[in-house]
Nanobody
Framework: QVQLVESGGGLVQPGGSLRLSCAAS????????MGWYRQPPGKQRELVAS???????KYPGSMKGRFTISRDNAKNAVYLQMASLKPEDTAVYYCNAAGKIISVSDEFFNVWGRGTQVTVSS
């Protein structure tokens, strides 16, 4: 009922920048939180950044400084601006959203996008 579509991934040289976008669609009443996760090759998925509907952001310590998350509530969209990229940032980046569905009863969703590949290499 709710779908996420990511875009903006690709190949970038070390030190470069990239901006990821994620748009949610479907029977959405409200979205409480949106976030970006990544899964490097052979490793577990990890949180990159998250943002709530009031703009409160969260970054794990290792992600602070080079990644900036932002959100457009009117468009049900979330963005991730990445700067000074390093080869170790190479991963599949996933968008996540959690909120409430349009329904006569309280129904909630927590969905993932299919991911977008980011490769940092010279």
């Amino acid at each position: 009922q709710v779908q996420l579509v990511e875009s903006g991934g690709g190949l970038v040289q070390p030190g470069g920048s990239l901006r990821l976008s994620c748009a949610a669609s479907g029977s959405i009443f409200s979205i409480h939180s949106m976030g970006w996760y990544r899964q490097p090759p052979g490793k577990q998925r990890e949180l990159v950044a998250s943002i709530t509907s009031d703009g409160t952001t969260k970054y794990p310590g290792s992600m602070k400084g080079r990644f900036t998350i932002s959100r457009d509530n009117a468009k049900n969209a979330v963005y991730l601006q990445m700067a000074s990229l390093k080869p170790e940032d190479t991963a599949v980046y996933y968008c996540n959203a959690a909120g409430k569905i349009i329904s006569v009863s309280d129904e909630f969703f927590n969905v993932w996008g299919r991911g977008t590949q980011v490769t940092v290499s010279s």
